[in-house]
């Protein structure tokens, strides 16, 4: 009988029988019992053979088997990560706060930073994916909702008056932190659903998440009259009801290791479903103004929207009234026993199953090892004649340790690549409402749509071309971010020439560059550090957008608006208090901007050489395949 080449080696038999318990995890709470059982075979090549009998009652009674959850959960999260968007909405209700409560640009920039702060600060949400089940992440995700829109409507709506300021701040800070905790439970859990396609997964994910702006501007829009009360109403008791009946479906699932045509079909009709769904909510929004849609026609559009968005959904229907018998190459040959066939395993203690056959298995079945038991697995394997495998660091590609992994120059390229993309664009974003009326456009509506669809193309078209390039050509994933950071270089100095009729060409590109940096971000920290902490490095990474907020909108940008304010009231050019009208306004900003972006731009072809063997490694046969020896 065959054995895996790591196997062929001797062992010791007394260090296997000192550990009372061996644990060898799969990428989900509550790792399987393990029992190993070791037979010698005795030949002319002194081979040995390690057999492993994987009693998993309790990791699978919490995983949903089958071809078909995957996919609900999948659609379900959809739902999710538009809820998560909520953030995006902060330019819709930004100037209720301005005039209502009287706060001047600079309190309303740090606002702004509030906002970003909240919405990317996920260190949280990243550790308890790893503890708890996605529905409490999604519960708790709700809850903040709740109780910091909450409180954000009683000031608008004047229900209360005179709040604090630092309580409005603070208020903020949680609502918009709803975002990081729904975010990463649907990210995490689809990831780990469809390990071997995380680029799409991704991709798709974060670009619903980037349309989520246009579909509240819809909402805002029609039902909700563009009142800025009724929005904070929405967003305090829509999006958490939403959560709640979704979060039954966002499950972890056995996952679907390999790809086949039928997955890649399923994948490309989202991928369809959410470019038409972004095309119509954009079209709509710039025609609403034009003809002046009546209430039965906006309504009708709203529901149109509500069908598009439940296209994803169509997928698991289809499996399910047409299913099909696909030969997919999960984890290839590993036969892993039921519980039924578990209980009966227990009864014959001489029938032992083969943990690995071949070497795909095994790098399936490395990347997702959990908990610091595994390393004691690698410990049994034999590196010599009585020799033992010694612990040792793990590679660019294997699974890391947080603290592994902060060690290592690549992990802080890839955030400052990330940092000055997300950072200076959020910029742009938080004070899209003050740049439109600097530059004499009064209703940023259309603005605000136009940047969220290319957002939402960005992130959508980021994940596909670098999916494309990685497996065909092995080509790292940053080069992406490298090319979009060049041409955000290009659009800030677009910004700052203020040139009459491209405020909407340089702001569709800055949403499209925008967008690109979060469907990059995503899948290169999972390739280069692993899946087992993808939650906490995803949320690491994640803080370089509200350090960049807090930087670059709330202090260099605040500072420069209101300074040149203050002079063009003392030349009696702007009677408010709290306006500035003109280029100059934000001129100084754009170009530190793309100073920033050319900072970036360098130090993502720096990265970009420095991981180029990793993807090939990880790529060279074009599919993914996860290293052999992972310790962690």
């Not at 909520?86 to 906002?115: C, D, E, I, R, W």
């Not at 390999?258 to 972004?278: N, P, R, Y």
Request: net charge positive; proline share 5%.
């Amino acid at each position: 009988m065959p054995c895996h080449p790591i196997f062929r080696q001797n062992f010791r038999p007394s260090l296997l029988f000192k550990k009372k318990k061996l644990f060898h995890s799969l990428p989900f709470p509550g790792p399987p019992k393990i029992h190993v059982s070791l037979s010698r075979q005795d030949n002319e090549t002194h081979k040995n053979l390690l057999s492993v009998q994987i009693h998993h009652k309790t990791s699978m009674a919490n995983l949903k088997a089958g071809t078909r959850p995957p996919w609900v959960g999948l659609g379900a999260a959809v739902w999710v990560q538009i809820a998560s968007g909520n953030a995006y909405n902060f330019p819709l209700y930004s100037h209720s706060l301005k005039s209502v409560l009287g706060f001047n640009q600079h309190q309303l920039t740090m606002l702004g930073v509030a906002n970003d702060i909240g919405e990317n600060v996920g260190l949280l949400p990243g550790i308890a994916c790893n503890k708890f089940p996605p529905w409490v992440i999604l519960l708790i995700g709700s809850f903040a909702c709740i109780l910091g829109y909450g409180v954000l409507w009683l000031a608008v709506s004047k229900t209360v008056l005179y709040l604090p300021y630092w309580l409005l701040w603070l208020a903020l800070c949680v609502a918009t932190n709803s975002s990081a905790w729904l975010g990463t439970a649907v990210l995490v859990t689809n990831m780990r659903n469809f390990p071997v396609s995380r680029g799409t997964v991704a991709g798709i994910l974060k670009g619903y998440a980037g349309l989520s702006a246009a579909v509240f501007t819809e909402i805002y829009s029609t039902i909700l009259r563009k009142s800025s009360a009724n929005l904070l109403m929405f967003l305090s008791f829509g999006v958490p009801i939403l959560c709640l009946v979704m979060m039954y479906f966002v499950r972890a699932c056995t996952p679907t290791f390999g790809e086949d045509s039928t997955e890649h079909g399923h994948f490309l009709f989202i991928q369809l479903a959410s470019v038409v769904l972004g095309l119509y909510v954009l079209t709509t929004t710039i025609l609403d103004p034009i003809f002046h849609f009546s209430a039965e026609v906006s309504y009708a559009i709203l529901v149109g929207m509500v069908v598009l968005l439940m296209a994803p959904l169509a997928i698991p229907v289809k499996m399910t009234f047409c299913p099909s018998r696909i030969n997919r190459p999960e984890i290839r040959n590993q036969q892993v026993a039921s519980s039924d066939e578990t209980l009966q395993g227990e009864g014959n203690a001489d029938k032992t199953e083969p943990l690995l056959k071949s070497s795909e298995s095994s790098t399936y079945l490395e990347s997702f090892r959990e908990g610091d038991e595994a390393s004691e697995v690698a410990m049994l394997l034999a590196v010599g004649e009585g020799a033992v495998k010694k612990k040792r660091r793990p590679k660019r590609g294997e699974d890391f340790k947080f603290t592994e992994a902060i060690i290592k120059a690549d992990f802080w390229l890839l955030f400052l690549v990330y940092f000055t993309g997300v950072g200076s664009g959020v910029t742009v974003l938080n004070n899209l409402a003050q740049i439109g009326i600097a530059q004499g456009i009064h209703s940023t509506t259309i603005l605000l749509s136009l940047f969220s669809f290319c957002n939402f193309i960005g992130r959508l078209g980021g994940g596909v071309v670098s999916e494309h390039f990685v497996r065909s050509k092995t080509i790292p994933r940053t080069l992406w971010m490298t090319c979009t950071q060049i041409i955000m270089v290009i659009t800030y100095l677009l910004f700052a020439s203020a040139i009459s009729g491209t405020l909407y060409a340089a702001t569709a590109l800055l949403g499209i560059c925008y967008g690109v940096q979060f469907s990059i971000m995503i899948p290169t920290v999972s390739e280069l550090f692993g899946l087992k902490h993808f939650g906490i490095f995803y949320n690491f990474m994640s803080l370089g957008n509200p350090l960049g907020a807090f930087l670059f909108s709330g202090l260099l940008a605040g500072y420069i608006y209101d300074n040149e304010a203050a002079k063009q009231r003392g030349l009696g050019l702007v009677t408010s208090s709290i306006s500035c009208i003109g280029p100059n306004c934000f001129r100084l900003t754009f170009l530190i901007l793309a100073g920033i972006c050319g900072v970036g731009s360098v130090a993502s072809i720096i990265l970009t050489k420095r991981i180029w063997p990793v993807y090939q490694m990880l790529y060279g046969g074009g599919s993914f395949r996860l290293p052999q020896t992972s310790t962690h």
